[in-house]
């Protein structure tokens, strides 16, 4: 399985950014799927995730309202939608696949994609 996270970029407070990460080598919909984000400096900590058949998703608190994460299994791909963007939420984010235990830890995950790059100025 590998996972290709792609779509970040520099913008301003109040901006909007759409992550794509793109899913090869196994049977996307059977995985949920998440994004999880590391600032410099930081534990990487959970954003959301998706169910592997998109009908249940989960969100850390802080992104709640301003973030959807949203699947398309035709396409092999999970998306991360980002409005109203933060200077806090400036990371790399990446994506993974979720093998089993809680949504909340990096620990549940497996096959981390290299991350994409998301910057928010003030």
């Known amino acids: 399985v590998q996972l290709q996270a792609s779509g970040g970029g520099s913008v301003q407070a109040g901006g909007s950014l759409r992550l794509s990460c793109a899913f090869s080598?196994?049977?996307?919909?059977?995985?949920?799927l998440g994004w999880f984000r590391q600032a410099p400096g930081k534990k990487r900590e959970f954003v959301a995730t998706?169910?592997?058949?998109?009908?249940?998703?989960t969100y850390r608190d802080s992104v709640k309202g301003r973030f959807t994460i949203s699947r398309d299994n035709a396409k092999n791909t999970v998306y991360l939608q980002m409005n109203n963007l933060e200077p806090e939420d400036t990371a790399v984010y990446y994506c993974?696949?979720?093998?089993?235990?809680?949504?909340?830890?990096?620990?549940?995950?497996?096959?981390w994609g290299r991350g994409t790059q998301v910057t928010v100025s003030s």
């Open positions: 993974a696949v979720h093998v089993a235990g809680s949504y909340y830890s990096s620990k549940s995950y497996r096959y």
């Open positions: 998706i169910s592997w058949g998109g009908g249940s998703t």
């Open positions: 080598g196994g049977a996307f919909s059977s995985y949920a």
